[in-house]
């Protein structure tokens, strides 16, 4: 999987700067965000290149429907309005407040493993980026 240039991806589209995308793109899929966007919206698109002519496009995801999976959802706004990045650090205070009252968290808190796990992402993120080469994670210990 690559990521896609936002320059590239905004030029193929002829729009203005202020409106680009970042995307990935794999062997038969593309996902990108709609953060450029005049009116940025908590959604994904995504295409399914395996699928046939009468069926291929873009698919909107909206990433905080309360018909969805997304467990916080309920707790913000109304469908489809905007989440901002610090309702994240929100989200997992209360998580935290949860554990300690003996309850269950709406999702599991990270831990030490997933700390590393990151790590490991970030690692391979900067030395691919200073080697200018793709870095495998499995190379990352």
């Known amino acids: 999987m690559s990521v896609l240039s936002q320059a590239t991806d905004r030029t193929a589209r002829r729009e203005k700067p202020s409106t ?12 990108r ?12 698109w995504f295409h399914d290149a395996t699928l046939g002519p009468r069926t291929a496009g873009w698919r909107r995801i909206i990433a905080t429907s309360t018909a969805g999976e997304h467990p916080y959802a309920a707790n913000w706004w109304p469908d489809a309005h905007v989440v901002g990045y610090e309702h994240g650090f929100t989200n997992m205070a209360a998580d935290v407040i ?20 990151t790590q490991r ?4 993120a900067l ?9 495998r994670l499995s190379e990352i210990r």
């Open 98 to 117: 949860r554990v300690i009252a003996g309850q269950e968290p709406v999702v599991e808190l990270p831990d030490f493993a997933d700390a590393y796990e």
């Open 20 to 31: 680009a995308h970042a995307g990935l793109q794999g062997g038969s899929a593309t996902v």
């Open 33 to 44: 965000d709609a953060l450029g966007s005049p009116t940025p919206r908590p959604e994904l």
């Open 121 to 124: 992402v970030l690692e391979a």
């Open 127 to 135: 030395m691919s980026a200073k080697e200018r080469i793709a870095v």
